[in-house]
């Protein structure tokens, strides 16, 4: 039984940037793609950004590329989420989540993930 608990949420004006962290705990999760979602009330969960179990391919969706970075350090058993330049549209709860399924996976995907942490807000002031 697996874990994940993410940090560094908070209250952060446009134009800032915050980092998020989610670290694993109950098994390794070096040999998992882990994702990060995010989700604005009243409204669907929405892919962030994922890597690769090996950390050697990223992607992003459309509406964060060049600003949020992700990485991860199998060694912490940990995942980051960089945002930079953020807008009020950033809003939301963010999530992290890993993928055991071993093969390729449509990483934008939300039923591709089996681990999901409990989220942590993130609110952009204009």
């Known amino acids: 039984q697996g874990q994940l608990v993410e940090s560094g949420g908070g209250l952060v004006q446009a134009g800032g940037s915050l980092r998020l962290s989610c670290a694993a705990s109950?098994?390794?999760?070096?040999?998992?793609?882990m994702g990060w979602f995010r989700q604005a009330p009243g409204k669907e969960r929405e892919f962030v950004a994922a890597?690769?179990?090996?950390?050697?391919?990223?992607y992003y969706a459309d509406s964060v590329k060049g600003r949020f970075t992700i990485s991860r350090d199998n060694a912490k058993n940990t995942v980051y989420l960089q945002m930079s330049s953020l807008k009020p549209d950033d809003t939301a709860v963010y999530y992290c989540?890993?993928?055991?399924?071993?093969?390729?996976?449509?990483?934008?995907?939300?039923?591709?993930?089996?681990?999901w942490g409990q989220g942590t807000q993130v609110t952009v002031s204009s």
């Open positions: 890597i690769s179990w090996s950390g050697g391919s990223t």
């Open positions: 109950g098994r390794t999760f070096s040999s998992y793609a």
């Open positions: 989540a890993a993928s055991s399924t071993r093969g390729n996976i449509v990483y934008s995907g939300s039923q591709w993930y089996d681990y």
